[in-house]
C-alpha cells in the first residue's frame, strides 16, 4: 500500500499505513451520521446501488480505481478496515474528495489533508488526457502501460503476514527491484511518460518508506530529477526523499534538501552530537533531548534482568502512556524497566511532541530497525518483555490496564 508523506503532523500516517491501523480505528464516526461500510458485503453493496458516474470511485483513473478498490476489499476485518490505503486516492482526488471517499468507512480523521488541489488535480488529468491522445486512445479505454502493469503487481501483491516486518519489506524490495531496476535509470526515464514517470516515483517510495537503502534512495532522486527536468515537481514531491535520507541516517543531505525545498513543512531537525563509543553488538537508537534541539545515539544493553521495550508514537500508544503514568503500579515499573521505541521513520517533530506529554517516558527513535532484530513487529503500540536478554512475552494494541496488567503478570513482570 501507499500513503502520501505530509509532514511532520500527518508523518504517522505514512508508517501506519504499511503497518497497518489498530481494529478500533473503525470506530470513528461516520460522516452526518451515515453508517460507516465495515465489511466486504457492505461495501460490495455499495458499489452495486451506487448508480454509475455518481461515485467518487468514478473520479479515479481506470487503474487507480482498479487498485484502490482491490486494496479495500482485501482490507476488512471483523470491526471493518484493517488500513487505509490511499496512494491512488491521495494521488487524483483533491483533499476534500479524499475526506468523503474515506467517510464512507468511517475513517477521514485519518486522511485529514491528504489529497491534491484542484489545480494539481487538474494538471494530473491533462497529463493523462496527453498520454492516451498520443496512444490514440481514450482516457477510460487505454490499455493500461507495462509499467503500469507493473505497478499494479508491486502494490496488489498478497503479503504473507506470517512473515516478520523485515522478511515482508525485504521481499517487497526484492518484488521492486525485478519489476522497476530497469527503468529506473537516466536514460529510461527520459523515455517514459508523464503519468508512468508518476508512476516510477510512486514506486521507489514505497520501497524507501519501508526499508531504505542507499541505492533506492539514488533512483529516487533519479526519478526526481527527471520530474524537475520536465517542470513537474513540486517541493512537497520531495517529503518521501528528504524522509529517506533521515531513515538513512544521511542528517546533512537531508537538511540541505529541506532547505532548498522549505513548501515540504519538514519540521525540526535537531542538531546531532555523534557518540563517541557504542559498546559493541548492543542495539541503538537516537534520543532527543527534552530541554533542547539536540539529539544524541545511544546503546541500549539488551541482558538485563527485565526489560520492556513498547514500539510506539501512535494515538493508541499515547493512550497507554497516558493510562501507566497515572497508574501507581506501572509507573515505576515502566520508568525503571521501559524502552518506549519509534521506528527509524519517524519525523523528529513527532518524537519531540511525545517527550513534552510524557517527560518521565520519553520515547527514542532506533538508529536502524535491522538492529533490533529482536524485534518482529513494528506495529504499534507492540510490547516486548524481555527475561535477561530473551523473549518472555509479546502482545500488541491498546485496550485497558486490566489487560495489560494481565499481560505482564503472565510475563512474570508485574506481580
Known amino acids: 500500500m501507499e500513503g502520501v508523506p505530509l509532514m511532520p503532523t500527518n508523518r504517522r500516517l505514512l508508517a501506519t499505513s504499511f503497518l497497518g491501523f489498530s481494529l478500533m480505528l473503525v470506530m470513528a464516526q461516520a460522516l452526518a451520521g451515515q453508517p460507516p461500510i465495515t465489511s466486504q458485503a457492505e461495501f460490495t453493496r455499495y458499489l452495486h446501488d451506487t448508480p454509475p458516474g455518481t461515485s467518487l470511485f468514478d473520479r479515479l483513473s481506470p487503474g487507480g480505481r482498479k487498485r484502490l478498490l482491490a486494496e479495500l476489499q482485501q482490507d476488512f476485518g471483523e470491526r471493518g478496515l484493517r488500513s487505509v490505503p490511499y496512494g491512488d486516492a491521495a494521488n487524483e482526488l483533491t483533499h476534500r474528495q479524499v475526506d468523503a471517499l474515506y467517510g464512507l468507512f468511517g475513517v477521514e480523521a485519518l486522511t485529514k489533508g491528504v489529497g491534491l488541489t484542484p489545480a494539481e488535480q487538474a494538471l494530473r488529468a491533462r ?4 498520454d492516451a491522445k498520443a496512444r490514440g486512445c481514450a482516457i477510460e479505454t487505454c490499455p493500461e502501460s507495462e509499467i503500469e502493469q507493473r505497478y499494479d503487481e508491486l502494490i496488489l501483491q498478497k503479503e504473507d503476514t506470517s512473515l516478520s516486518d523485515a522478511e515482508r519489506f525485504a521481499r517487497h524490495n526484492q518484488q521492486y527491484d525485478r519489476l522497476f531496476a530497469s527503468y529506473q535509470q537516466s536514460e529510461s526515464l527520459r523515455l517514459v511518460s508523464r ?13 524507501v518508506l519501508l526499508l531504505p537503502s542507499t541505492a533506492h534512495v539514488a533512483q529516487l532522486q533519479m526519478s526526481l530529477a527527471e520530474m524537475r527536468r520536465r517542470g513537474m515537481a513540486e517541493d512537497k514531491d520531495y517529503a518521501y526523499l528528504y524522509q529517506a535520507l533521515i531513515g538513512t541516517r544521511q542528517f546533512a543531505e537531508a537538511k540541505t534538501l529541506a532547505q532548498q525545498h522549505p ?9 546531532f552530537s555523534p557518540s563517541t563509543i557504542l559498546p559493541r553488538g548492543w542495539p541503538t537508537a537516537l534520543t ?13 544493553d539488551p541482558s538485563t534482568p527485565l526489560r520492556i521495550v513498547v514500539v510506539a508514537d501512535c494515538h493508541f500508544s499515547q493512550d497507554a502512556a497516558h493510562a501507566i503514568e497515572a497508574d501507581a503500579q506501572l509507573k515505576p515499573l515502566f520508568a525503571q524497566h521501559a524502552i518506549w521505541l519509534a521506528s527509524q521513520e519517524e519525523s523528529f517533530d513527532s518524537a519531540i511532541d511525545w517527550n513534552r506529554k510524557f517527560p518521565d517516558q520519553p520515547i527514542h527513535i532506533a538508529w536502524q530497525n535491522s538492529e533490533w532484530p529482536m524485534l518482529d513487529s513494528w506495529a504499534m503500540p507492540t510490547f516486548y518483555v524481555f527475561h535477561d536478554g530473551k523473549l518472555t512475552k509479546k502482545f500488541s494494541g491498546w485496550y485497558d490496564l486490566k489487560t495489560l496488567k494481565q499481560s505482564l503478570r503472565e510475563a512474570n513482570a508485574l506481580r
Open 288 to 300: 532527543l533531548d527534552k530541554h533542547s534541539q539536540a539529539m544524541t545515539r545511544e546503546a541500549f
Open 263 to 271: 513548501g515540504m513543512n519538514a519540521g525540526t531537525f535537531p542538531t
Open 127 to 130: 497529463e493523462r488526457a496527453e
Open 195 to 207: 503519468p508512468d514517470l508518476r508512476l516510477l516515483k510512486r514506486a521507489v517510495e514505497t520501497t
